[in-house]
């Protein structure tokens, strides 16, 4: 059976938002109080603006770690395990109600389409209070894929 190898692509911030838009597994990472990583496996979306974006509740851990320190990298995965991942690094905002808003609509509507009944979502959005994290992108790595090294190619 012939080997997987391993690979790394480099892509243009087009291509990027290109392989980010149908991909909303992805792990969130912020820096604690302490400095050491937090990570947190949520949905994300990618806004009009090619911005990554995340529902959330505003007393989330990730939320207090982006108040304190916006900086934030996001390891975004393929629906499948062995599928290609990127790392995008970016600096994150919290939007909180009412703000929040009409950027959760988009949120929704950037991983499900349209809702039936958007006054019903909105409704719901206010009633649990919810927010926003937008990640702007700074920077991101090569889209990867895992495998063996080259050297190993049969």
């Not at 597994?25 to 604690?32: A, E, F, K």
């Not at 499900?112 to 719901?124: C, I, K, N, T, V």
Request: with cysteine.
């Amino acid at each position: 059976m012939p080997r997987h190898i391993a690979s790394n692509t480099r892509v243009d911030r087009a291509a990027l938002t290109e392989f980010l838009r149908p991909r909303h597994r992805v792990v969130l990472m912020t820096t604690r109080s302490d400095g050491r990583p937090q990570a947190s496996p949520v949905a994300c979306g990618v806004d009009a603006e090619g911005r990554l974006v995340i529902s959330t509740y505003p007393e989330r851990a990730k939320v207090r770690n982006i108040r304190r320190d916006p900086r934030v990298s996001v390891c975004v995965l393929s629906d499948d395990w062995d599928g290609p991942w990127v790392q995008v690094d970016g600096t994150a905002e919290v939007l909180d109600l009412p703000e929040a808003l009409e950027p959760l609509v988009e949120y929704f509507r950037s991983i499900s389409g349209e809702h039936p009944d958007w006054d019903e979502y909105r409704q719901a959005m206010v009633t649990q209070g919810k927010s926003l994290i937008r990640v702007t992108i700074d920077g991101w790595g090569p889209i990867a894929t895992g495998g063996f090294p080259s050297r190993l190619a049969d």
